[in-house]
């Protein structure tokens, strides 16, 4: 089995900032990308930003956060970070963390429970 663990939300005023973590473990043979999506009220879940794990880093961001969020990793200890800079109201949402995981059992995705940003005055 695989566990996604996430840690960082919580509440910030517009212009704040947050870092976000995710850590996996378990019985994992690679992990090919991680990544965060978010899923605010009302909303369909979308993609904020991936990051390659196996191989060289290649990022990906959605347009609404580029130049505001920067994701990066610990291959090492499989961990993925999600740095939030210059949060809007928009941002608010729960942030999901998601890995492409190669495991004992074959190759799937993995979600954690996510993690509630709120960015409010």
């Known amino acids: 089995q695989v566990q996604l663990a996430e840690s960082g939300g919580g509440l910030v005023q517009p212009g704040g900032s947050l870092r976000l973590s995710c850590a996996a473990s378990?019985?994992?043979?690679?992990?090919?990308?991680m990544g965060w999506y978010r899923q605010a009220p009302g909303k369909e879940r979308e993609l904020v930003a991936t990051?390659?794990?196996?191989?060289?880093?290649?990022?990906k961001y959605a347009d609404s956060v580029k130049g505001r969020f920067t994701i990066s990793r610990d291959n090492a200890a499989y961990t993925v970070y999600l740095q939030m800079n210059s949060l809007k109201p928009e941002d608010t949402a729960v942030y999901y963390c998601?890995?492409?995981?190669?495991?004992?059992?074959?190759?799937?995705?993995?979600w954690g429970q996510g993690t509630q940003v709120t960015v409010s005055s």
């Open positions: 990051i390659t794990i196996t191989s060289v880093s290649r990022t």
């Open positions: 378990g019985n994992i043979f690679s992990i090919e990308s």
């Open positions: 998601n890995a492409d995981v190669v495991a004992i059992l074959g190759r799937r995705d993995y």
